[in-house]
T-cell receptor, first 113, second 111 residues
Framework: GAGVSQSPSNKVTEKGKDVELRCDPI?????LYWYRQSLGQGLEFLIY????????KSGLPSDRFSAERTGGSVSTLTIQRTQQEDSAVYLC???????????FGPGTRLTVT | KQEVTQIPAALSVPEGENLVLNCSFT??????LQWFRQDPGKGLTSLLL?????REQTSGRLNASLDKSSGRSTLYIAASQPGDSATYLC??????????FGAGTRLFVKA
């Protein structure tokens, strides 16, 4: 079956604009994760969704970041009033259940000018 | 707070050599540990997942071990090939299912 997909693959935006990044998890996967990988940095956990439970938002760096997951499937990560330090690759992953293997999408490269 | 460290940061070996990559973590209360590889400019590819109740997992030329009590995992790569050149990442999933990644080991296998 299809893997995790993300769109857009690249996004260039001006400082101060809002952006939305989309993630389509593998069908049937109940857990969904967002991560950020800045240039030369490791992967940073942002947020975790499990089924219909309240998400774990402990990794979101500021209140400009938010995410939702509709119908237990597609997820959108929104960054408001983007800053240059938001430039990074945003990666999405899903797993069949909370203890399962995580499968990653190709990422969205965000550049804030 | 969980911290994950990978040693060495970079490694260069001749083709055919067996090698070991190390991952250590500070909090032994983990659910599982997963090894990934990341090729330049690409996403992550899952290699092996070890649940907290397991000691090791094998896939082809790869073997990963887990010692929770000492906070360590190793990834053993047998008979290395140039195609194994990549960055190898260790990821630890703990309480709340938050996943913490190490900084990675950049491996270069010389033909």
């Amino acid at each position: 079956g299809a893997g995790v997909s993300q769109s857009p693959s690249n996004k260039v935006t001006e400082k101060g604009k809002d952006v939305e990044l989309r993630c389509d998890p593998i069908s049937g996967h109940t857990a969904l994760y967002w991560y950020r990988q800045s240039l030369g940095q490791g992967l940073e956990f942002l947020i975790y969704f499990q089924g219909n439970s309240a998400p774990d938002k402990s990794g979101l760096p500021s209140d400009r970041f938010s995410a939702e997951r509709t119908g237990g499937s597609v997820s959108t990560l929104t960054i408001q009033r983007t800053q240059q330090e938001d430039s990074a690759v945003y990666l999405c992953a899903s797993s069949f259940d909370p203890s399962g293997e995580q499968y990653f999408g190709p990422g969205t490269r965000l550049t804030v000018t | 707070k969980q911290e994950v460290t990978q040693i060495p940061a970079a490694l260069s070996v001749p083709e055919g050599e067996n090698l070991v990559l190390n991952c250590s973590f500070t909090d032994s209360a983990i659910y599982n540990l997963q090894w990934f590889r990341q090729d330049p400019g690409k996403g992550l590819t899952s290699l092996l997942l070890i649940q907290s109740s397991q000691r090791e997992q094998t896939s082809g030329r790869l073997n990963a071990s887990l010692d929770k009590s000492s906070g360590r995992s190793t990834l053993y790569i047998a008979a290395s090939q140039p195609g194994d050149s990549a960055t190898y990442l260790c990821a630890v999933r703990g309480g709340g299912f938050k996943t913490i990644f190490g900084a990675g080991t950049r491996l270069f296998v010389k033909a």
